[in-house]
């Protein structure tokens, strides 16, 4: 599995020219899930994610987590986190997760978290999206070994 988790002022998804989550501030999260992920690992993810202190405190320290700043989820997934380049120009998909079970643990992680956090929205899984965000800091955390 892989986050790659960016700290937001604000952030959305379109599909086909419509919004399907909104955000402000909070972490916009693209979600990779590759071969052998199951729930146990997405619960490590997600417990790691939400625990992360990446918000500044009142003395500008990032000693803060999502929760402490009352922060907001957009969850979107996006298997060409596992592309492979180390052969040609064209990237492999072969580590990504079938879609199907993919598909599966994406709502899974979307429901654990809506468990946890007050506003969780989401992109299409599959759907050709288009994402808009703004960075602040920038601020830019990859998880994937934990």
């Known amino acids: 599995m892989k986050f790659v988790i960016q ?7 379109m599909v086909d020219g419509e919004v399907k989550g909104k955000i402000q501030k909070g972490y916009l999260v693209l979600i990779g899930i590759g071969k052998g992920d199951n729930e146990q690992i997405a619960d490590k993810y997600l417990k790691k994610m939400l625990g992360l202190r990446i918000f500044d405190d009142e003395n500008g320290k990032t000693n803060l987590s999502l929760a402490d700043v009352n922060g907001q989820l957009l969850l979107v997934s996006q298997f060409t986190l596992y592309a ?6 064209r ?4 580590d990504a997760m079938d879609p199907v079970r993919a598909e599966e643990l994406y709502e899974y992680l979307i429901k654990k978290a809506r468990e946890q956090v007050q506003v969780v929205e989401t992109g299409v899984f599959g759907a050709e999206m288009e994402v808009s965000l703004v960075n602040h800091g920038p601020f830019t955390v ?4 934990i």
């Open 7 to 13: 700290r937001v002022k604000e952030a959305s998804v």
């Open 84 to 89: 492979n380049c180390r052969k040609g120009n």
């Open 91 to 94: 990237p492999s998909f072969t």
């Open 142 to 145: 990859i998880l994937e070994t």
